[in-house]
């Protein structure tokens, strides 16, 4: 491993999203925004919401992520988030993350539909039964 850049992991629970060399790292944690560097401490944050950057051979990478958690040790820096969306332009991943939350605000809205539905059924068999 090359002991001038930093060995990124960027998991979900279900999958590796980004798994590479790149030169920093720039997230937001609790107490605000930090840049990571490969000869920065050791670090452990809590993730806000937000964007991450991270830079390799000088060109910025954006990926949206929700909350979690980040660790560096050593050369290693490992990020645990529940969801992250990755793209080259941030123009770009502000559509993407747009489509994305429109697509699961859709689905929040026809699973609470099914719900009512389901248990306006519930009560019309509670109903009968009680004939």
């Known amino acids: 491993m090359n002991k001038e850049k930093i060995y990124l992991k960027i998991i979900k629970p279900e999958k590796i999203v980004l798994d ?7 997230a ?10 490969p000869r920065h401490i050791d670090f452990v944050s809590a993730l ?11 060109e910025e990478y954006y990926m949206a992520i929700d909350e979690g958690i980040l660790v560096k040790c050593g050369q290693d820096v490992m990020v645990s988030v529940l969801n992250a969306i990755a793209a080259t332009k941030l123009a770009e991943l502000d559509k993407t993350v747009r489509d994305v939350f429109y697509k699961s605000e859709e ?8 719900m009512k539905s389901m248990e306006a059924e519930l009560l019309l068999h509670f109903i009968e039964i009680n004939k």
Do not use: H, R
């Open 28 to 37: 937001e944690g609790l107490d605000g925004s930090f840049c990571l560097k």
């Open 107 to 114: 689905l929040n809205k026809a699973t609470e539909f099914a």
């Open 48 to 58: 806000k919401p937000g964007i991450l950057v991270y830079e390799s051979d000088a």
């Open 20 to 26: 590479q060399e790149v030169d920093k790292v720039i």
